[in-house]
Every structure is written in C-alpha cells, then in structure tokens.
C-alpha cells in the first residue's frame, strides 16, 4: 500500500512539473463545458428570412414586420421579385424566403384568399423542419387572425378537440439542461482513458517503464500506481463541472450527488481500464492516441446517445449502442440530474456499467504483463 | 529548398509506412466511420414510443388514438391508466402519453370544445419539440374532421381561411437529414484525420531527441514545416476523396456542382487542417499536452462551432464571432453550397479565401515558432 502512495506521489510530482498539462486539465474542462453550454443548443432562433414583397402595401409590411418581431426569425433583406431570393438562399445568407405576391393588401381587403409562398433551404434538414414548423405557425395565427377580421360572428373558441401540452423533467425545453450532463461524461473519458494510455506508452517509448519494472513494485501495484491519479484527476475534473453546471448554467440537480459520485467511480473502472488496455497494445503515444480517438472516443460520441438519440437509430444499429459503456453512464447521468430518480429506477444502467467496469479492466490486467504495463 | 523539402517529405514517408496501423487507421477508418455514422445518425424521428390513458372509451376516442398509429410517427406501447403515468416516464418507457378525458366523444358530437392532454418526456430538448409538432399537428387535423364534418358550426366558422400557405423546400425536398448530416461527417472526419496526423509528428521528434539531430541538418523551417505537410497531405486527400465518393454512392449525396470546386475546397481545407496540427506540434513540449491542444483545437470547435450540428444562428453573439476562426465554418458552407445546390463559385468564393487566409496563417506561425526555438 505504500508503495502504491510513492507511485502515485511520482505521478503527480510529473504532473505537477509539466504545467502545461496541468493546466490543461483543469482548463480544458472548463472551456469544453462553456462551449458546449453556450452552443450546443438545437433550439432555433433568429432564422434569417428574405422576403421578396411584390406588394409593397401596409398589408405586406405588416406580415413582414410579424416575422421580425418573432424571436424565432430575423429580416435579412427585403427584396421586390421573387428571382431575386435565389442568391440569398444559394449563398446561405438566408435560409428560407416568404414570397407575398403583387395585390396580396387589396385582396385581403376585399376578403378574398390570397396565397403566399414559403421556401425554405432544404441543406440543414434538422433547422429548416423545425423553422419551417415556426413559420407555419405564425402564419397560422395570423391567417386565423385576418379571417376573424372578416367574418366577426367566429366564434372565440371553435368547437373540436384542443391539444394542452404539458412537458416533463425539462419543462423549459432547453437543450443545455439536456447536454451538460453529456459533457461530464464525455470529459472524464476524455481525460482518464486518453491521458492514462499516452502516460504509460510515454514511459515505454521513453524506456523510462524499464526501470520501474526493476523496482520491487508488484504488477498490480504498478497499474494501481500509474492509474490512480488519472482517476484522482478526472474527479477534481468532475467536482469543477459539476460545480459550473449547476451554479452558473443552473442546470438542475434534482437527484442525490452521492449516487452520482458513485456511478462515476463505477464508470471510471471501464475508462481506466480501456486506457490501460490500449496502452498494452500500443508501442507509440501516435498510436495510443488514434486508436483512443477512433475506436472509442469516436464511437461513444455517436453511438452513446450523447447527440444523437439511439431511438432514432435503425433498429440494426441499435444493439451496437449496448457495446458503449459511456450509454449507461449517460442515461444515468441524465436521469439523475433532470429526473431526480435513484437507483430503484436506474439498477438495470448501474448493473451493465459495472459488468462492462469488471470485463475491461479483467481484460486490460490480464494482457498487461509485468513487463508491458 | 525544393530538394530539402522532399528529402523532409520522404523521411517522413518512411516513418509513417513503417508505422502499419497508423497508416491503416489513417487509410480506411474514415470511410468505415462514414458508413457507420451515415447510416446511424439521424433526426427523422419515428416510432415515439407513446402510451394512451383513455379515459373515455368512445368511437370518437380511439379514432383519435388510430391518428395517431397512422400516422406513423407514433408507436403505441401501452395503454394505461393514470397510476403507471409516473413510473413509464422516469423509466423512459415511453416519450409521449396522450390523456383523453371522459366525455370527449359526447363533447364532439354535440359540437362542443374539449381539451386532450399530451404529456412528453422534455428530457432531450430537440426531439421533444418535434414530437410536440407532430401530436399538435395530429390533433389539429383530427379536430378539423368534426369542425367541418358536424356542418353547424360551418356558418360561423369560415372553413378556408383568408391566407394560405404553400410550403416549398429547396435543395433537399424531403427534408432527409442524411443530406445535411453527410457533409457535416464529412468535414469533421477529414478535419480530425488531418489533425491527428500531424498534432504529433514535430513534438514527438523532440520528445525523443531527434529533434536536434534535425537541427543539424541543412534544412531551413520552411521546407520542414512544408516537407512535414506533403506526406500527409496526400493520404489525407486520398482518404478525403474515397469518404466523398463513398457518400455518393451509398447515401445518394448529390453532386451538382463542379468536382474541380470540390477538390479545390477540399485541398485547401486539408492543408488548413494539417497546418493546424503542426502548428500544435511546434507549439506543445509533450505528445499529451499536444493531444489536448488537439482536442481543444479541432475536435470540439469542428463538432460544436461549425454549424454541423448546433444551428451558428442560435448561438449567443460573442460565441457566433469566434465560429469565424472556425475552418470547417467555411468548408462546410462551400460543401454544402457545391453539392447540394450547385452553385456557382460567385456564391462561395468568400468561403475558399478564408480557407486559403486560415492555411496561410496556421502553417507561417507553425515555421515561425520553430525558428524561434530552433536559433
């Protein structure tokens, strides 16, 4: 036991003296997080929107002005002809365009039915259905607005059936709340799978692992050592995340933090031990690092459910998503924080996290002989 | 320099064949990752798990419950009663529950209003905000079937409105999001290959010390930095081509553009990216410090800032002006301006000198930085 202290106690003197990397690791998180809780938001606001108004009147100017005082779309430019959007949408500089034909004012007026055009830029599928939906809205309200102009006996609430939404969990609907759980777990493999496997090749590379094999270290002690402050590190990682999260963005924590730190000890048995795995087949840090980034960082980014929801995957992916430990750490994660539940609900996510913990390190332990570690 | 260039180029060479999995990795990962990840991401949202607390037990009700099925988005998983609510949404279950009241199907036909309560898991914002759209849209239709069908309320409720609307969607017509998501992959793999390739050739030849043995040599920082470059310019511009292709051919991305634009675009993004990852070579005195910079440097910004997956116009202001140093901002743009829409280089020429003005500077600061450590 204590010469598993002096390993670690050599591993973060390392540390300590390449404050380069120090700084990183506490920096990195921090930055990684700001960005991820400013930008990674779905929602769609400001879509920028030309409107070629062949009319000209206070009708047409008065719909313009609607689209413009939305928060969901911004007036990029004003133009007369409708060929004259075409530049607008093929440059990107707006990604949909409203088309008011020429008389649309005098037609309203006399209360005939006029018809107006919405294209909108079918490149960025995801922005344009949801803007779209916007746009159908607003023009909705505002259809059902002029006709109630017209005919003033319609009734205040038309008979049929009358939708209440009511959200769950998440009732602002706002990604952040959705993501920043994401990058808690995204960082901690980040940090502990990658820096513990380019720490350990590092030493093999420099020859350095040589001398620490003639030590009387055992091989468990030896692993112990040079894994256990990576582990310490991405806890430190995890408290600084946490605390920004939670007192800057206001995400809400509504589950316990002790269940949280506990899956996250049982987590980082799977992401320690796939560092240490990689590290046994690895000769080179450039090796290390790509087979980190491409067979595991990769993968667990998409195939996790961190972006892009497994339930939309087809169903011949999906099995694939069990393979990624970072899915139940994930689902966990999200539950506890936006949902408040425990383990009485999340056993089933807990139990496979710690199975996948138990088989990778068994694995990465077994491979690594004294001599490779 | 020429000469000197090559001679750094073919070391180079050398080093990165000898190195098999590297190679490997570099060669045939990114196609594998393209027909992965174009096959299993996607935001078309179907079959919502949603279950049904029908309170009301009438034609009318399970007409509304059939709109639903129909309608092809929704899958109904269960049918329930008011107790199970909590526990099938804390289990994530199901997504969505549709609450129909008693009296729904007496409210209808005697032309009364009545309200039906959606319930949906907000856990993931944005598909929650689709399934919302889709259930608002279900119901509205099915509440029109009774306005219209029902003939009373007819005189008072004009049944077409003043205004209509006729949608029109350009370049991607059916709205897959396959077509929007290929080239963000594309971008991002290639970005990533490029970086990763160089982010540790400089700092790994000082971290072993032969460094210095290069610096003996007659060889000037430019024509290292540059003879750095080649080798990785070509397998990444081979890699580059065989993932466009690829995407061509098994997820039907168009190409109605000119390939010569295309190559043009690619060629300078790559030496973007390449410069990048030297410039964090020269920049980093560990391989692990380096693949951090990496990571801050190419991996979040490509995935987070380029408007591949979060909409730029969303982000708050001062986040909007730092996608502008952002090169994948721009490749993207002139990817999706050359093969989706076919447009001409005067819509997206702003885009390829940006991408020539990130190269140029990236590379220049990499030669900079080494000869200040070198004299």
Known sequence: MRRIGFLIW??????????????????????????????????????????????????????????????????????????????????????????????YGESIGRGETETLQVIADGSDANSTNVALGYAMNLLA?????????????????????????????????????????????????????????????????LGTLEQLNVTPLGRSELILGKLLPYALVGLVDVCLVLGIAVLWFQVPLRGSVALLFAMTIVYLLTTLGLGLFVSTISSTQQQAMMTTIFFFLMPMIY??????????????????????????????????????VGLETLWPDALALAGWGVVVLTLAVARSTKRIA | MMKKTMAVARKELRQIVRDTRTLTILLVVPVFFLLLYGYALNWDIRHVRLAVDDRDHTMQSRSLVAAFVNSGYFDLVASITDAETDRLMDRNDVRAILVIPSGLGRALRTARPVAVQVLLNGDNANTATTVMGYALTIIRNESARYTSATGAPSALWRSTPLVTVEPRIWYNPQLRSTLFLVPGLIAYITMI???????????????????????????????????????????????????????????????????????????????????????????????????????????????????????????????????????????????????????????????????????????????????????
């Open chain 1, 10 to 103: 050599k591993e973060l003197i390392e540390l300590r003296q390449d404050p380069d990397l120090l700084g990183i690791v506490i920096v990195a998180p921090i930055l990684q997080l700001f960005l991820l809780g400013y930008a990674a938001t779905t929602d769609i606001r400001d879509v920028p929107v030309v409107v070629a108004d062949a009319d000209r009147s206070v009708e047409s100017r008065d719909l313009v002005a609607r689209f413009d005082a939305s928060p969901s779309f911004t007036i990029v430019g004003v133009v007369t002809s409708p060929q004259d959007v075409d530049p607008y949408l093929e440059r990107g500089r707006a990604w949909m365009a409203l088309a008011i034909p020429a008389g």
């Open chain 1, 141 to 205: 309200a505002y259809a059902q607005e002029k006709t109630a102009a017209h005919v003033p006996a319609v009734r205040a609430r038309p008979p049929g059936i009358e939708p209440r939404v009511r959200v769950w969990f998440n009732s602002r609907l706002e990604s952040r709340d959705f993501m920043i759980p994401g990058v808690l777990a995204l960082l901690l493999l980040v940090i502990t799978t990658n820096l513990s496997s380019m720490g350990i090749v590092r030493e093999k590379e």
């Open chain 1, 303 to 340: 195939l996790s459910g961190f972006i892009f929801p497994i339930e939309n995957m087809p169903a011949a992916i999906q099995p694939l998503t069990y393979l990624m430990p970072l899915r139940y750490y994930l689902a966990m994660l999200r539950a506890i924080f936006l949902k408040g």
């Open chain 2, 193 to 375: 290959t490029a970086v990763v390739s160089t982010a540790l050739s400089i700092v790994r030849e000082k971290e072993r010390g032969t460094m210095e043995q290069v610096r003996m040599a007659p060889v000037d920082t430019a024509s290292f930095v540059v003879g750095k470059t080649v080798p990785y310019f070509v397998i990444s511009l081979v890699s580059a081509s065989v993932i466009i292709v690829a995407a061509m051919l098994l997820f039907g991305m168009p190409m109605r553009g000119s390939w010569s634009l295309l190559m043009l675009a690619v060629s300078l993004f790559l030496v973007g990216a390449l410069g990048l990852g030297l410039l964090i070579s020269s920049a980093a005195e560990t391989q692990q410090v380096a693949f951090q910079l990496a990571m801050l440097a190419s991996f979040l910004p490509t995935f987070i800032l380029s408007g591949f997956i979060f909409p730029i116009s969303s982000m708050p202001r001062f986040l909007q002006v730092v996608t502008y140093a952002i090169p994948a901002r721009y490749f993207l743009t002139a990817l999706r301006a050359i093969v989706l829409k076919g447009a001409r280089l005067d819509a997206f020429w702003i885009e390829l000198v940006a991408l020539a003005v990130f190269a140029t500077v990236v590379l220049t600061l990499a030669a900079v930085r080494l000869r200040r450590q070198w004299s």
